[in-house]
């Protein structure tokens, strides 16, 4: 299943009746937006450069490599580039690594992101986490965002760790484990819920893109 705007709207009315604390986030802010992603290559270069470094770094991060890949940002240049042209380009040597791993198994075909959709959700955090450099994070934020599974939930996310101490006015910031805990209750919607504590946090700040 993948969310629409409708089945999005459905699962918000859902997690509301079922939680009071998302539901007076969604009072307060508003219906979350489906903040859908491309599927492909690209995404997964801007999500394993959004590891572990603010939205904002990673977007320039990623501007600059685009306007400076050779062909475009497809595996064969990246490739082409190695590790040592990306470090060049301003990435990281561990970044570069997990770009130039990303695109050889993309290019051999150890990794098939056409598949990906018509895979169960177990199987493609499986087929994604066998390339180094994508963990459990980045495979679930690009089951969330790319291929829109409703109950994905990326382990680990500061912003929604910091989302659920003010939604539940918890006395300290959830470790990865308490906030997975918190979040299994909202299965089959996990991903909803994301959405929805994404939106508050973004909102107070004045920002309005995870």
Do not use: N
């Not at 306007?67 to 990306?86: K, Y």
């Not at 180094?132 to 760790?161: C, E, K, M, N």
Request: proline residues 8%; glycine residues 6%; neutral net charge.
């Amino acid at each position: 299943m993948r969310l629409t705007p409708a089945t999005l709207r459905d699962a918000v009315c859902d997690l509301c009746a079922r939680d009071d604390a998302l539901a007076r986030l969604v009072l307060q802010y508003g219906e979350p937006p489906l903040w859908e992603r491309a599927e492909g290559f690209v995404t997964l270069v801007r999500v394993i450069l959004e590891q572990q470094v603010s939205l904002e770094s990673a977007a320039t991060l990623f501007a600059r490599l685009d306007a400076s890949v050779p062909g475009g940002m497809q595996p064969e240049p990246i490739l082409t580039l190695g590790v040592d042209g990306l470090r060049a380009l301003g990435q990281t040597r561990q970044k570069a690594a997990y770009l130039v791993a990303l695109a050889q198994h993309v290019t051999d075909g150890r990794l098939d992101l056409q598949a990906l959709p018509t895979l169960p959700d177990d199987e493609v955090l499986v087929a994604l986490e066998r390339v180094p450099g994508i963990g459990p994070w980045t495979a679930q934020v690009y089951l969330l965002f790319s291929l829109g599974r409703p109950d994905a939930w990326p382990p680990g996310d500061l912003a929604l760790h910091k989302a659920l101490k003010a939604a539940y006015e918890l006395e300290r910031v959830p470790s990865s484990r308490e906030a997975s805990a918190l979040a299994a209750i909202w299965s089959p919607w996990r991903a909803v819920a994301a959405r929805i504590l994404w939106h508050a946090y973004l909102t107070q700040r004045g920002r309005s893109v995870p």
